[in-house]
């Protein structure tokens, strides 16, 4: 079965860049982005991984951790950080799995027999501290991902949980949110005293509530 959002994500324990990982001990009470590359030593993958490394800082204030996976073995990994950091001018700052025999992926979906039975497709899962899924994208290889994209995303989910709003079409950090259809008018008011525009009964904005 299909990994679905707000399922417990599986725990696994696996080889990685940086030693043997166990996936929940490793994750503990952070936000994580578990995201899957085709194969090392592949042009787009390397671009990925160099600007997840420079992303760190965004990722560290929202408590996120990153961890990436590719089905080759703990010796190509390191051959291919390597080149991750000359040609990215970076410095890798996070593990990479070592999937060689494809139990994480099997475990997470993330081969598409379909599209090709021998590599990962470029997958992403943000996870949330309870160990829940919040968020699945799905790229074929020839894709690289917009981590921007997965950053507005993780800021929406931290906002959601917290407030009683959702986030309009093309939303980002700052701008104005909706509130969510389950509370009145007269209570949103009263929980957002920053002011609620109605614009329909059923579309109310209010100023985001944690800026």
């Not at 020839?142 to 800021?155: H, K, P, Q, W």
């Amino acid at each position: 079965m299909a990994l679905q959002l707000g399922d417990t994500v599986p725990n696994f324990t696996q080889k990685s860049s940086e030693g043997e990982i166990s996936f929940y001990d490793w994750a503990g009470d952070s936000w994580v982005i578990l995201f899957s590359h085709p194969a090392d030593f592949t042009p787009v993958c390397t671009t990925e991984l160099g600007e997840v490394a420079k992303l760190k800082p965004e990722f560290d204030k929202r408590n996120v951790k990153a961890i990436a996976l590719s089905v080759d073995d703990v010796e190509s990994h390191k051959g291919w950080i390597g080149d991750i950091e000359e040609t990215q001018s970076t410095s890798l700052n996070y593990p990479i799995l070592a999937d060689d025999d494809k139990k994480v992926s099997d475990l997470y979906g993330m081969i598409h027999p379909n599209a090709n039975a021998k590599v990962t497709v470029r997958a992403v899962f943000v996870i949330d501290p309870s160990k829940k899924l919040r968020l699945t994208l799905t790229y074929p290889p020839s894709a690289g991902r917009n981590f921007d994209e997965i950053l507005r995303v993780i800021d929406s989910l931290q906002l959601t949980d917290n407030y009683s709003v959702a986030t309009p079409a093309n939303w980002k950090d700052g701008d104005d949110v909706v509130v969510v259809p389950t509370i009145s008018t007269e209570e949103a008011k009263q929980k957002f005293p920053k002011g609620v525009t109605e614009v329909k009964p059923y579309l109310r904005t209010t100023p985001q509530p944690n800026k």
